[in-house]
């Protein structure tokens, strides 16, 4: 069972990597899902923890749409983030008829330098998940999707994650359920989702707050569960 944390400073991802996290998805700007964070960030947090890491590629929060000039920022940014090894990526990008812009998906693939790569919840915005995913499993690099199962929230896709993570045994792609889940929730939806990859942001923080610090407690105990639920 795969627990990916959301990190947004080095001291989160300390914890993260303290309180059990396997892998932590490195972000700013939480509150828009995700942006680039800075290269010093970057850098400081792999110094920082010895589990995976993987760095949001985003350079706005407008859309999944971009333009060449967004583009060209995330090859750059990529570039960079392959400069300093030992990291993974994560990326997602549409063309505007709610199809995955597999053009400049291959163009920014082709700067990873084999880089593992997630593709991110761009993925819940597509008019067919299941015609998406069998384009992304063209692609090696791509070892996850994260995906609420095209819901708001994970809990109310799990029928869908169900079925995703069915046509995905045995595949190059895993899917890493996320948003919505909670340490309350979370051994009912593993039953019912069958997923072994999770991904929490807020559930792990105070009260819930996105803006808040960890909370070792809340990690600690979807740890746990994770660990029990190991079949």
Avoid at 30 to 43: H, Q, V, Y
């Amino acid at each position: 069972m795969l627990l990916e944390v959301i990190a947004t400073t080095v001291g989160d991802a300390i914890m993260a990597e303290r309180g059990g996290a396997d892998r932590i998805e490195l972000i700013t700007a939480i509150r828009e899902g995700g942006l680039t964070p800075s290269i010093g960030l970057i850098e400081r947090v792999r110094e920082a923890v010895s589990i995976p890491v993987r760095v949001m590629v985003r350079p706005h929060a407008r859309s999944f749409y971009y333009d060449k000039e967004d583009i060209e920022t995330m090859r750059r940014d990529i570039l960079q983030i392959g400069s300093i090894g030992g990291l993974g990526i994560v990326i997602g990008m549409l063309s505007q008829d709610a199809t995955i812009d597999e053009l400049n998906l291959q163009y920014l693939l082709d700067a990873t330098d084999d880089m593992e790569v997630t593709f991110h919840r761009a993925f819940d915005e597509v008019r067919d998940q299941t015609e998406a995913l069998n384009v992304l499993l063209r692609y090696p690099q791509i070892t996850d999707i994260l995906t609420s199962g095209g819901c708001d929230s994970a809990l109310e896709g799990a029928d869908q994650l169900a079925k995703l993570e069915r046509m995905t045994v045995g595949k190059s792609i895993s899917i890493l359920a996320g948003a919505g889940l909670t340490g309350q929730s979370l051994e009912s939806f593993l039953q019912h989702s069958g997923v072994s990859r999770v991904h929490f942001g807020s559930a792990v923080r105070q009260g819930g707050d996105p803006m808040k610090a960890f909370d070792a407690e809340r990690l600690q105990y979807i740890r746990t569960i994770l660990n029990q639920s190991i079949r």
